[in-house]
């Protein structure tokens, strides 16, 4: 007896979950395309542009002339104690120059996280206002389904709460294809 009041309450419980599960309602939205389509944006983007150019660029042009200066003077120094120590400065610059591409990458990603940290913030809180308001569980990009309605796609809510109208956004009424993808961010040197 005790067995089949224990199956039944576990059947019960099982049940239960099973309905929970399905009441959950999972959305998409594109924040690359809503962060792109924010007014300082594009601020942005030039302000990294222009620290990749100054600042990386600038650093990896001041160290390789440095390194072709002492490299050239080495060559041409006659005393073993100058040549020795050219020697020493020039291999620490030449694996500087080596390491530099994994340098100008660290570099580059925290000065995105600095610059761009904020709209992504501030795209996220609108995200989760509108899935909490439409009642969404979940939420991803939109590429994570092969099929979905279009009514699941909150790119456009969310574009509202933040006060942006994303290229290709309708007139009146209508769903819309969701906002280009920013370009890509160009290399560092």
């Known amino acids: ?69 002492k490299d050239s003077a080495m060559k041409k120094a006659t005393s073993p104690s100058v040549k020795a120590t050219l020697e020493k400065e020039v291999g620490t610059l030449q694996r500087t120059l080596q390491g530099w591409q994994e340098y100008a990458t660290q570099r580059n990603q ?32 939109p590429g994570a389904f092969l099929v979905m309605p279009p009514a699941d796609d909150l790119t456009m809510a969310i574009a509202e ?4 109208k994303p290229a290709g956004a309708p007139a009146a009424g209508g769903a819309a294809k969701p906002a280009a993808k920013p370009a890509a961010k160009p290399a560092a040197k």
């Open 161 to 164: 709460k933040l006060g942006i």
């Open 1 to 69: 007896m005790k067995r089949i009041k224990f199956l039944a309450l576990a059947l019960g419980m099982i049940i239960a979950s099973g309905s929970a599960v399905s009441a959950q309602k999972i959305g998409t939205a594109d924040l690359d395309a809503l962060i792109a389509n924010l007014p300082e944006f594009q601020g942005k983007q030039q302000e990294l542009q222009k620290f990749q150019q100054d600042s990386i660029g600038g650093e990896y042009e001041q160290l390789y002339k440095e390194f072709v200066d």
């Open 110 to 141: 925290a000065k995105q996280a600095e610059l761009f940290g904020p709209l992504v913030k501030k795209a996220q809180d609108a995200l989760n206002a509108v899935a909490k308001e439409k009642g969404y569980t979940y939420v991803l990009q």
